[in-house]
T-cell receptor, first 114, second 114 residues
Framework: AQSVAQPEDQVNVAEGNPLTVKCTYSVSGNPYLFWYVQYPNRGLQFLLKYITGDNLVKGSYGFEAEFNKSQTSFHLKKPSALVSDSALYFCAVRPSGNTGKLIFGQGTTLQVKP | NAGVTQTPKFRVLKTGQSMTLLCAQDMNHEYMYWYRQDPGMGLRLIHYSVGEGTTAKGEVPDGYNVSRLKKQNFLLGLESAAPSQTSVYFC?????????????FGSGTRLTVV
């Protein structure tokens, strides 16, 4: 079965420190990979995606993600966390095929403390 | 440019009542999706549509029906609401090709079934 796993329910980081939010996936073929962020009572906002090419993808708000095919991972990173980064983060995978269905991970709450 | 608009934003239903959630997009997107978000479970696909007049089942379709009579609208219906359908519902859309920023999500509908 195709799936996405975010092993941490919550990640706590001090402001100014680097952050990592983990994501691993299990899908066939060459999937598209996404990260979305959700602020309280809001919809999901696109952060970044990996389609092909360079394994390090840069996105919005200073976030980046590293695609590792051998480890089937797509971890989200930021060199220096801000309190305003506190939110719920979702990793998503779009398996091969043209219906474009996204498979989401469970979500990871990022808490950045001053 | 409104993007994806969901109505209503909040609703409380009694068990057995019916209702329709409306999703409207003004971006001329072909594909539209309905997801439900539950704590610790990420977003799960209910139904989707690859074009006007077409719909298909997603991961958790039971208890829901959908219609896509017009390209810009995707309706999600609950014929007989159950407490298990208490959730936050998100609609999303995307174009057929070249979706540089992934999917566009609405701001969600928070439904409580009592």
């Amino acid at each position: 079965a195709q799936s996405v796993a975010q092993p941490e329910d919550q990640v706590n980081v001090a402001e100014g420190n680097p952050l990592t939010v983990k994501c691993t996936y299990s899908v066939s073929g060459n999937p598209y990979l996404f990260w979305y962020v959700q602020y309280p009572n809001r919809g999901l906002q696109f952060l970044l995606k990996y389609i092909t090419g360079d394994n390090l993808v840069k996105g919005s708000y200073g976030f980046e993600a590293e695609f590792n095919k051998s480890q089937t991972s797509f971890h989200l990173k930021k060199p220096s966390a801000l309190v305003s980064d506190s939110a719920l983060y979702f990793c998503a995978v779009r398996p091969s095929g043209n219906t474009g269905k996204l498979i989401f991970g469970q979500g990871t709450t990022l808490q950045v403390k001053p | 440019n409104a993007g994806v608009t969901q109505t209503p934003k909040f609703r409380v239903l009694k068990t057995g009542q019916s209702m329709t959630l409306l999703c409207a997009q003004d971006m001329n997107h072909e594909y539209m999706y309905w997801y439900r978000q539950d704590p610790g479970m990420g977003l799960r696909l209910i139904h989707y549509s690859v074009g006007e007049g077409t719909t298909a089942k997603g991961e958790v379709p039971d208890g829901y029906n959908v219609s896509r009579l017009k390209k810009q609208n995707f309706l999600l219906g609950l014929e007989s609401a159950a407490p298990s359908q208490t959730s936050v519902y998100f609609c999303a859309s995307r174009p057929t090709t070249g979706f540089s920023d992934g999917y566009t999500f609405g701001s969600g509908t928070r439904l409580t079934v009592v």
